[in-house]
């Protein structure tokens, strides 16, 4: 990968974070909107927003700050714990450690399995060794994560992150889901 490709990718994802930020939102159905997103990362309090949904904001900015400044380190479950301890911080039982008792998705009838932090290790590294492009297996990752559910909250958050951890790190630009993950 040439220097100017990941140049252009952490360009691109430092000037839509704000809306990448806004969609991570979205995917848990937080009720705020995209001008009050912005709004809470230049710093002034909006009225109306929930101190729960403004935690939320802020917790996400901190994460693509961190994601933004170890774009260069490697992806390992540890580099995932640090994720989502950002993400889920205050929003959660625990964050940054795998979950230890059940939980559902909602709108499913899906339990995910309780993590065992080898198994873990181990299809994290399957996923991160397959033989697809880094599209694929951002998309893959961001799958994998989201219904995985190995953390009590922030998931799909954190989720997220990983994979834009790949393609902006790898100089592919940047992932934006747009629409709520059912």
Not at 70 to 84: G, H, Q, R, Y
Not at 103 to 115: A, M, Q, R
Not at 134 to 147: N, Q, V
Request: proline share 4%; hydrophobic share 45%.
């Amino acid at each position: 990968m040439a220097l100017r490709e990941l140049q252009q990718s952490l360009f691109l994802a430092k000037k839509k974070w704000d809306e990448n930020i806004y969609c991570g939102m979205k995917m848990e159905n937080r009720n705020i909107t995209f001008p009050q997103t912005q709004t809470l990362l230049n710093g002034v309090n909006v009225p109306g927003v929930t101190l729960d949904d403004i935690q939320a904001v802020l917790n996400m900015r901190d994460a693509w700050r961190y994601l933004i400044n170890a774009i260069d380190e490697p992806v390992t479950l540890s580099f995932i714990f640090k994720l989502n301890e950002d993400v889920a911080r205050n929003e959660a039982l625990e964050w940054g450690v795998l979950i230890n008792g059940r939980v559902g998705i909602s709108g499913t009838d899906y339990v995910p399995p309780l993590p065992v932090k080898s198994e873990i290790e181990q299809e994290l590294a399957d996923l991160l060794a397959t033989d697809m492009t880094i599209t694929e297996k951002a998309i893959t990752d961001f799958l994998w994560g989201a219904r995985r559910q190995i953390f009590w909250d922030g998931n799909k958050r954190t989720s997220l992150l990983l994979a834009n951890k790949l393609v902006v790190g790898n100089g592919h630009g940047m992932l934006t889901i747009s629409k709520p993950v059912a």
